[in-house]
DNA sequence: GCCACCGGTGGC
DNA sequence: GCCACCGGTGGC
C-alpha cells in the first residue's frame, strides 16, 4: 500500500522513501521529524541507524540525513566517535581502496609488490602479498596502536571466534634484527 | 505490544 | 543555542 507523504529519495537505493512529520503540539510544535523507509517498508529516525542497516554497500559520509540529499560540503564535518572496531569502517575502506593500486616513483615506475620479511605472512581468505600490502598500510594509516598481527593460531581454524579486528591480517610475526638490516 | 509522537540532552 | 539522535509513553 502506498503511503502518501513518503516520496522517492534519489540518493538512496531504489525504493526507498522519505517521510518529513511537522509536530503539531507541545513546545517543538511546527518543528519536523525525518523519516525513513527500507524497500521492505522498516522504518528510520537517524542517520546512524541508516548506515548500521545499509553497512559499507551505501557511502553515507555525504548524505544529509534532513534533506535526503548527497552534500559534498558535508564531507569534513564528518563525525568520528570511534567506539570499537566491529562498527568501525574505516579501516576495511583504506585497505579496499589500496588494493589493486601500487606505489610509483618519481620516474612513475610502477614499484612492484614490496618485499616483505619471511616472518610476515597473511592469514584468512584471499592471502596474497598484495593483500598482506594493503593490510599492513592501513593498519599504520589508520591507527597509532603497534602492529603484532594475530595472535592465535586458532585464528586460522575459527577466526569468526579468535580474529582481532584491531590488527591487519597478518599472522604475528618478531622483527629481527636481520629484517631490519 | 506496538508505534506515532514529543521530550530531553549530548555534542557541537 | 541549536539540533541530531534516541528515550519514553499515551493511545490504540
Redesign the pocket.
Known amino acids: 500500500m502506498e503511503k502518501p507523504g513518503r516520496t522517492d529519495c534519489p540518493a538512496l537505493p531504489p525504493g526507498w522513501k522519505k517521510e518529513e512529520?511537522?509536530?503539531?503540539?507541545?513546545?517543538?510544535?511546527g518543528k519536523s521529524?525525518?523519516?525513513y523507509f527500507s524497500p521492505s517498508g522498516k522504518?528510520f529516525?537517524?542517520?546512524?541507524?541508516l548506515a548500521r542497516y545499509l553497512g559499507n554497500s551505501v557511502d553515507l559520509s555525504s548524505f544529509d540525513?534532513?534533506t535526503g540529499k548527497m552534500m559534498p560540503s558535508k564531507l569534513q564535518?564528518n563525525?568520528q566517535?570511534l567506539r570499537n572496531d566491529a562498527l568501525n569502517p574505516n579501516k576495511l575502506f583504506w585497505e579496499k581502496r589500496l588494493q589493486g593500486l601500487s606505489a610509483s616513483d618519481v620516474s612513475e615506475e610502477i614499484i612492484k609488490c614490496m618485499e616483505l620479511p619471511k616472518g610476515l605472512q597473511g592469514v584468512g581468505p584471499g592471502a596474497s602479498t598484495e593483500s598482506l600490502l594493503s593490510a599492513v598500510a592501513s593498519a599504520l594509516h589508520s591507527g597509532s596502536a603497534p602492529i603484532t598481527g594475530q595472535n592465535s593460531a586458532a585464528v586460522e581454524k575459527n577466526p569468526g571466534i579468535w580474529l582481532n579486528t584491531s590488527q591487519p591480517l597478518c599472522r604475528a610475526f618478531v622483527v629481527t634484527d636481520d629484517d631490519i638490516r
Open positions: 512529520v511537522i509536530r503539531k503540539s507541545g513546545l517543538s510544535a521529524d525525518v523519516y522504518k529516525r537517524s542517520k546512524p541507524q540525513f534532513r564535518k563525525k566517535k
